[in-house]
């Protein structure tokens, strides 16, 4: 029974110290990007600079539609590291993030 107790502490200390997943659209373009977030109830239209990575995962924590200047929406989820480049969603496909 201890043991029993024990590893089920020890999952769940597992499970709380997993970092968070992340949403990152990384902008390879040399002009800034704007784009737009929805959760729902929620919109935000966010920023990034030229060449630079941003970070929404706190804006999209159960997945999102994303829109942008790449021509189509995209349902992202938390996790999904994307890439802009020739004012493109490259592929039309979201990448696992680098470990």
Do not use: R, Y
Not at 56 to 76: E, I, N, Q, V
């Amino acid at each position: 029974m201890k043991f029993m107790k024990a590893s089920t502490l020890a999952i769940a200390a597992a499970v709380f110290a997993a970092p968070a997943m992340a949403l990152t659209i990384d902008n390879q373009d040399a002009d800034e990007l704007k784009f737009g977030i929805d959760e729902g109830e929620t919109e935000h239209v966010e920023t990034v600079a030229a060449g630079q990575t941003g970070d929404f995962s706190d804006k999209c924590k159960d997945g999102c539609g994303l829109t942008g200047p790449w021509g189509f929406s995209w349902m992202a989820n938390a996790g999904d590291s994307l890439t802009v480049k020739d004012g493109k969603l490259n592929g039309g496909k979201a990448t696992a993030p680098e470990s």
